[in-house]
């Protein structure tokens, strides 16, 4: 079904419209904004006018969250006056004027209307859905776009050629609409732009759907090449390489690095040949989300890598006075550089697309990137660097944009140590043994995050390959480890005739050996980063006890590790200072909240009672009372006061090898 008009000519719009057609405006965004086929990063816009008012998106809103309040309202009265008036011949001036005025025909104050709000308003139907389809696009931005277009959607398809957006695309626009009314006696409900995307218009929202459907589905059959979809494993030399990258564009603050690998990206990473279909920007997005330049790395073996990122890298920012957003390697894949891991995110999706794009061009004739002169203007754009700024996102806290891996962190101290870090801006790696407790509190974490986020790893801190696996996703995830907190741990109390030699070892393991096992894996990632930045420190923390400052009664095994663990400490404090690694302890005292406390099976109050540590304790609360007795400040202590001494030993440079008491007094160095 190639003609895809509608056949009507009478009067479109709706005289009026209450609280449903708005609901309907709401359904049809996120109906679309959630589906990736369509929207991009928040991308495209939607509308709803009666004969008095219109409803558009407002810059800054998600189409796939959005509600009523995403929207602006403008006065149709005032934006029809915008059409007839005229403005500067300079195009800053212009503009500049152009979104004063739209200002002041927004009903809703405060809320800024999309720029093509004009083009919404000057479309004779109700509802107008503008997207970016990958399909629409591979078409639009081929060197055919507009010959294929006639022959997959009939003569009569209203095709507009490339011009900058704001005010001079809609005249051109507005014009375009004027000419098809008069040569075709009706009003068009597609309009595709070239290098853009989309308009599609009715008076139902059933109907928006139906024509976007009959659009996919013509592009789809005239798709020569199919895009490849295979995922693919991330190499491990993935942290032999972007570590050293990472900080090499942390010059200016911190950056987070996000690797994607699939046969697409494997496809434009191959050959020089693939990379030069994709070296500039398709659309307007592309620019305000990835800028316009990128980096191609073509060497394969590690240290030829990072030889080359270090030039190309000062020889990028030397000539465009930025650093680069995109990277993409050879064997290693796509590579995002954003100022935060939601920006990463986005950076991923749109260039991925842009690839996309490339891929489905091949059945057009072809690429066809814009041209300098068009994306020097976008890139200078006052309306898209206001994108820029609200896609970029921001988390402030005492450990903004450092990428933090607590082990056993999953509940009780360690959920609660990354949590606090979690809320200090910090991206966080969940790694613990318990997958469905980690995966709900990751969850749980990202509800609360901001521009930072967390993943899990499922880790065995006993097996250093599942070490090199935790380490391995977290640098594909962030680019870094700046944190290693070495927090899991386990407890077995007994005297010397109840200690059996099993859980003696199984206690060592893992709070003596495990982290031996970390701080070895780790410390490899961190010296890779001190090389490349001559300021930074990285840090080790290993959250010990008070155990570990003097004897325990009935509890030897715990308290033995511990002590030995202060011991690690301070020797690979000496051996890592060279590398600006600062190694140090943190001492809690109890945590009395927490299930190693608290647990009603295996918890330290029963345990303790069951071993008789206690003298004359005969409930859990006499337990309780006997050690909360041994506090001067009468208080536990919480993931909330180890986590201050954390962000104390990360912030100084000047102490390593220390093992800091946050005991309430209970505990004092002497």
């Not at 880790?459 to 995830?477: D, F, G, Q, R």
Request: glycine share 8%; hydrophobic share 40%; aromatic share 10%.
């Amino acid at each position: 079904m190639n003609n895809i008009e509608n056949k009507n000519t009478d009067s479109v719009i709706p005289p009026s419209g209450g609280q449903g057609v708005i609901q309907d405006l709401i359904s049809i965004s996120q109906f679309y904004g959630r589906d990736s086929r369509f929207v991009i990063a928040g991308g495209g816009n939607t509308s709803y006018k009666n004969a008095e008012k219109l409803w558009v998106k407002a810059s800054g809103s998600s189409l796939a969250t959005i509600t009523e309040d995403g929207f602006a309202v403008l006065d149709r009265a005032k934006l029809n006056l915008m059409s007839e008036k005229v403005y500067s011949a300079n195009a800053a001036e212009r503009e500049e004027q152009v979104k004063n005025d739209l200002a002041d025909a927004t009903i809703t104050k405060g809320k800024r209307p999309s720029v093509e709000t004009s083009m919404h308003n000057v479309i004779d139907y109700a509802f107008v859905v503008h997207m970016h389809p990958t399909l629409v696009n591979g078409l639009m931005c081929a060197s055919n776009a507009e010959s294929d277009l006639k022959k997959i959607f009939g003569a009569k398809a209203l095709y507009i050629e490339y011009t900058d957006p704001g005010y001079v695309l809609f005249k051109k626009v507005d014009e375009a609409i004027k000419a098809y009314r008069k040569a075709e006696n009706k009003e068009p409900q597609v309009i595709w732009l070239q290098n853009h995307g989309i308009f599609v218009a009715a008076n139902s929202i059933d109907q928006v759907k139906v024509i976007y459907t009959q659009v996919l589905d013509n592009l789809d059959k005239a798709v020569k090449f199919p895009i490849p979809i295979e995922e693919r494993a991330t190499c491990s030399c993935t942290e032999q390489i972007l570590p050293a990258m990472r900080m090499m564009l942390s010059k200016d603050g911190l950056k987070t690095l996000k690797v994607r690998k699939n046969a697409l990206i494997k496809h434009f990473y191959d050959t020089e040949e693939a990379q030069a279909k994709i070296a500039k920007p398709f659309t307007p997005d592309a620019i305000v989300y990835c800028k316009s330049n990128y980096i191609f790395l073509n060497d394969e073996e590690p240290e030829a890598v990072i030889t080359q990122a270090g030039k190309q890298i000062a020889a990028f920012n030397a000539k465009f006075g930025y650093q680069p957003k995109v990277i993409l390697i050879k064997g290693i894949g796509l590579v995002a550089v954003g100022d935060n891991t939601a920006q990463c995110g986005i950076i991923l999706d749109v260039f991925e697309d842009a690839m996309k794009i490339a891929f489905y061009a091949e059945s057009f004739g072809g690429t066809h990137p814009m041209t300098q002169p068009q994306i020097d203007f976008i890139d200078n754009w006052e309306v898209e660097n206001y994108r820029r700024s609200v896609a970029a996102g921001a988390t402030k806290g005492r450990a903004e944009n450092k990428t933090i891996i607590v082990t056993g962190a999953a509940q009780g101290f360690g959920e609660g140590i990354a949590r606090c870090l979690l809320q200090e801006g910090a991206n966080i790696v969940v790694a613990d043994m318990n997958e469905a407790v980690g995966r709900a509190t990751v969850e749980r974490f990202n509800g609360m995050a901001k521009s930072n986020c967390a993943i899990f790893v499922k880790t065995n801190v006993s097996e250093i390959p599942s070490i090199e696996n935790l380490v391995h996703e977290t640098v594909c995830n962030f680019g870094a480890i700046d944190t290693f907190i070495s927090n899991a741990g386990v407890l077995r109390a007994g005297g010397l005739d109840d200690m059996t030699p099993e859980d003696f070892e199984f206690v060592t393991k893992i709070n003596y050996n495990a982290y031996f096992y970390c701080t070895k894996v780790v410390s490899r990632i961190m010296k890779l980063q001190t090389k490349y930045a001559p300021e930074y420190y990285a840090d080790i923390i290993q959250v010990n006890s008070k155990s570990g400052l003097r004897g325990s009664k009935a509890n030897f095994a715990y308290a033995g590790g511990k002590f030995g663990g202060i011991g690690l400490t301070q020797s690979f404090a000496l051996e890592l200072a060279p590398f600006r690694i600062k190694v140090n302890s943190i001492c809690p005292g109890n945590f009395y909240e927490g299930p190693l406390w608290s647990d009603p099976d295996r918890g330290l109050f029963v345990q303790y009672l069951n071993a008789g540590k206690v003298p004359g304790a005969k409930t859990i609360d006499d337990v309780k009372a006997f050690y909360l007795a041994q506090v001067p400040m009468k208080k536990g202590c919480s993931p909330e006061d180890v986590t201050k001494g954390a962000l104390y030993l990360m912030e100084q440079c000047g102490e390593t090898g220390q093992a800091l008491p946050i005991t309430g007094g209970q505990v004092m160095l002497s």
